[in-house]
């Protein structure tokens, strides 16, 4: 969605003005490789899939168990994404 409006805004005033600050999400390939290389927000793909392994690795241990522990709340865990700066903000 990133790379479609700033295609519309560059279409429109043949620059990104400076009023406007483009961020994208995911940092997909196109963010860097873009006409202006847009600022995104990276997910820890790696770090979100070892939690989510560890979790999983947890629960089937606890399944092998004689008597399995009945988990009574989910287990939450937090992962923070980055900000990639690039040409499309100020900050």
């Known amino acids: 969605m990133a790379s479609i409006f700033l295609n519309l805004v560059l279409k429109k005033y043949g620059e990104l003005p400076p009023t406007y ?3 994208g999400f995911d ?3 196109i963010a860097s490789e873009y006409l202006i290389p ?3 927000i ?3 793909i790696d770090v ?3 939690e989510a392994m560890d979790i999983l ?3 089937m241990k606890n399944r092998k168990k004689r008597r399995p522990a009945i988990m009574e709340t ?3 865990k937090t992962v923070l994404p980055t900000l ?3 040409e499309t903000t100020i900050f």
């Open 21 to 23: 600050q483009v961020v």
């Open 84 to 86: 990639i700066k690039r």
């Open 27 to 29: 940092d997909s390939p």
């Open 42 to 44: 990276h997910q820890q």
């Open 38 to 40: 847009f600022s995104t």
């Open 74 to 76: 989910p287990i939450h």
């Open 57 to 59: 690795v947890m629960q």
């Open 48 to 50: 979100l899939t070892k």
